[in-house]
C-alpha cells in the first residue's frame, strides 16, 4: 500500500519537529510547509530547513506571507519589546500575533486538499504556556467544522484531519518524546529573540530550558 500523505506545519521549533516526527512514525508521508511572515526571529526558518532534510520530508515548501506589514505582536513589530522578566500567568501575552494559525492552518488545508493529505500536523500546545487563543482545542474543534465544510474533499466526506497529537502534553513530555524519536534538538529553534545564539531569558527559552533540564538533557540548553 501507499503510505498516506500528511502536510506537516513546520516552524523549526521543537513542537511541530516533534508532531512531524510521530506523523512519520505513524507512516505516514510528510510534506513540511513552513511561513516566511516577517517574523524576527528568523533562524527558525533556517532551522526548519534543516529539519525538513533530517527527518526525510517528502517536500519541504516555504510561503511568505507578511504579517509583519501590520505588526500588533513583539514577534513582528521590533517597537515591541519581547518580554524577558519572567513567564506570567495571566493574560495573552504580547507575543501572540494575531491570526497567525488561522493564516497558517487554512494555507495548509489548501495544500492538503491539492495533495489529497489525509490530515494537517500542527504543533500547538495549550498546556505549559501560553494562553494564546489560536493553541486551544475549543479552536481546534471549530476550525476542523470550518475545514469539513469549506473544501471540495470535506464536503465529499474525505476531508482533511487537523491533528494536533501535543496539544495537551506538557512541555517536558514533548521532549521526552522528541529524545525518543530522534528528533535532532540541537537543531530546533524557539528563542523569540533575532539573535545568533538563544537568549535563554524569553518565554519560549524558559520554557523549553526547564523542560530540558527535567528530562535529564541540560547539555541542550541555552
Not at 493553541?135 to 469539513?148: E, I
Not at 517536558?172 to 540541537?186: F, N
Amino acid at each position: 500500500m501507499e503510505p498516506r500523505t500528511a502536510i506537516a506545519l513546520l516552524s523549526g521549533g521543537l513542537d511541530s519537529a516533534t508532531a512531524a516526527a510521530l506523523a512519520i512514525e505513524s507512516g505516514d508521508r510528510v510534506i513540511g510547509l513552513s511561513f516566511d511572515y516577517g517574523q524576527r526571529h528568523r533562524r527558525e526558518l533556517e532551522a526548519a530547513d534543516r529539519l525538513a532534510h533530517s527527518l526525510g520530508f517528502a517536500e519541504h515548501h516555504r510561503i511568505h506571507v507578511n504579517l509583519a506589514a501590520w505588526g500588533g505582536s513583539a514577534l513582528t513589530d521590533h517597537q515591541v519589546h519581547i518580554p524577558i522578566d519572567g513567564i506570567k500567568d495571566e493574560g495573552i501575552p504580547v507575543t501572540y500575533v494575531p491570526g497567525r494559525n488561522t493564516v497558517f492552518i487554512a494555507i495548509g488545508l489548501s495544500l492538503a486538499e491539492a495533495r489529497a493529505a489525509h490530515r494537517l500536523v500542527l504543533g500547538v500546545n495549550a498546556v505549559d504556556y501560553s494562553g494564546y487563543p489560536d493553541c486551544r482545542p475549543d479552536y481546534l474543534q471549530a476550525f476542523q467544522t470550518l475545514a469539513g465544510l469549506a473544501s471540495k474533499a470535506g464536503r465529499e466526506g474525505h476531508g482533511t484531519e487537523l491533528w494536533a497529537p501535543l496539544v495537551t502534553w506538557s512541555k517536558t513530555r514533548i521532549v521526552e518524546e522528541a529524545l525518543r524519536l530522534g528528533v535532532p534538538i540541537a537543531d530546533t529553534w524557539s528563542c523569540y529573540s533575532g539573535g545568533d545564539r538563544p537568549c535563554g531569558v524569553c518565554d519560549s527559552c524558559r520554557i523549553r530550558d526547564a523542560a530540558l533540564r527535567d528530562a535529564g538533557r541540560p547539555d541542550l540548553c541555552s
